[in-house]
């Protein structure tokens, strides 16, 4: 069964740095898209980033582009997003997904806040 276990999250001070990983199992994972979602409190959840199958490809929505990069190593089955230059306006929690599968990790919280 598809299982996505994200981490790396927790609490960073504006202008800070995080890492995230989603560790995936369950499927082909180096035949999806994957991508990372965010969701603030009170808010739909937002896309993020978006990272084709063989890497290289990627996609940013504005609020993060220049700020965050979104990476993969298919050979560990894992996708990354690198979180640069954080903004109290990032705290969300932040979940990833392969395009095309209906299942959710369970999500890691980052709050950025001084």
């Known amino acids: 069964q598809v299982q996505l276990v994200e981490s790396g999250g927790g609490l960073v001070q504006p202008g800070g740095s995080l890492r995230l990983s989603c560790a995936a199992s369950?499927?082909?994972?180096?035949?999806?898209?994957m991508s990372w979602y965010r969701q603030a409190p009170g808010k739909e959840r937002e896309l993020v980033a978006v990272?084709?199958?063989?890497?290289?490809?990627?996609n940013y929505a504005d609020s993060v582009k220049g700020r965050f990069t979104i990476s993969r190593d298919n050979a560990k089955n894992t996708v990354y997003l690198q979180m640069n230059s954080l903004r109290p306006e990032d705290t969300a929690v932040y979940y990833c997904?392969?395009?095309?599968?209906?299942?959710w990790g369970q999500g890691t919280q980052v709050t950025v806040s001084s």
């Open positions: 997904k392969a395009q095309g599968q209906r299942r």
């Open positions: 369950g499927f082909t994972f180096s035949n999806y898209a």
């Open positions: 990272i084709r199958s063989a890497g290289g490809s990627t």
